[in-house]
């Protein structure tokens, strides 16, 4: 459960993006990768994983979107080690994903995320990476259980968060939003309005 008196930021501790992402095109079963779990990145391993791919995608899908992007990684243990996983089905994963993104509020279309089904050296085993970019500055992302979720700059995931967090977020990106351009009179009155405003989403145990 989210600590309501913990301070919640959205800037990133470093940029992100699915093209930048992809560092390799095959894996080496039983290998360990130079990289480790970030803000940016998580690891998951095998089949448990992919059996429960729905219940990942709510809660990295909302982190990464409201957190500057990131790769939800299936076949990957903990400490970096190669393990795959067996995919009988690519389009029924696709599926899954697409499904899972759709029913976030607001919808999450394909544009803001990519899937690779990446080989290894053994046959029928892969590496899955779900690359979900940054959502848009004027959006805070609920899975479908209306669950809002975020990515601290230690890389830990934090949520579902309490309303008065999900307040400062919205106080937050909405005045990112208006320091990027001019702000009109109606825009700041807004802002004050908001301020005082209770949050729509609210916590759900």
Same mark, same amino acid.
């Given at each position: 459960?989210?600590?309501?008196?913990?301070?919640?930021?959205?800037?990133?501790?470093?940029?992100?993006?699915?093209?930048?992402?992809?560092?390799?095109?095959?894996?080496?079963?039983?290998?360990?990768?130079?990289?480790? @779990?970030?803000?940016?990145?998580?690891?998951?391993?095998?089949?448990?994983?992919?059996? %429960?791919?729905?219940?990942?995608?709510?809660?990295?899908?909302?982190?990464?979107?409201?957190?500057?992007?990131?790769?939800?990684?299936?076949?990957?243990?903990?400490?970096?080690?190669?393990?795959?996983?067996?995919?009988?089905?690519?389009?029924?994963?696709?599926?899954?994903?697409?499904? @899972?993104?759709?029913?976030?509020?607001?919808?999450?279309?394909?544009?803001?995320?990519?899937?690779?089904?990446?080989?290894?050296?053994?046959?029928?085993?892969?590496?899955?990476?779900?690359?979900?970019?940054?959502?848009?500055?004027?959006?805070?992302?609920?899975?479908?259980?209306?669950?809002?979720?975020?990515?601290?700059?230690?890389?830990?995931?934090?949520?579902?968060?309490?309303?008065?967090?999900?307040?400062?977020?919205?106080?937050?990106?909405?005045?990112?939003?208006? %320091?990027?351009?001019?702000?009109?009179?109606?825009?700041?009155?807004?802002?004050?309005?908001?301020?005082?405003?209770?949050?729509?989403?609210?916590?759900?145990?």
């Amino acid at each position: 459960m989210a600590d309501s008196s913990m301070v919640y930021t959205l800037t990133p501790e470093l940029s992100f993006s699915p093209s930048t992402a992809r560092a390799k095109t095959t894996y080496k079963i039983g290998s360990k990768l130079v990289n480790t @779990e970030t803000r940016h990145t998580e690891y998951k391993v095998g089949n448990f994983a992919l059996n %429960n791919l729905e219940q990942h995608i709510r809660k990295y899908g909302s982190a990464f979107l409201n957190s500057g992007g990131g790769t939800l990684t299936i076949g990957i243990a903990d400490d970096g080690t190669v393990v795959g996983v067996n995919v009988s089905s690519q389009a029924r994963i696709k599926k899954v994903i697409c499904d @899972e993104f759709k029913a976030f509020k607001p919808s999450v279309g394909s544009s803001y995320y990519e899937v690779d089904f990446v080989p290894t050296d053994e046959r029928d085993k892969f590496i899955i990476e779900i690359h979900v970019r940054a959502g848009e500055d004027d959006e805070i992302y609920a899975d479908g259980e209306d669950k809002v979720i975020m990515t601290m700059r230690d890389g830990s995931v934090q949520g579902p968060l309490w309303p008065r967090n999900i307040k400062e977020i919205v106080l937050e990106k909405f005045t990112k939003v208006l %320091n990027s351009s001019t702000p009109s009179a109606s825009n700041k009155q807004s802002l004050v309005e908001l301020s005082a405003a209770t949050p729509v989403l609210e916590h759900k145990e």
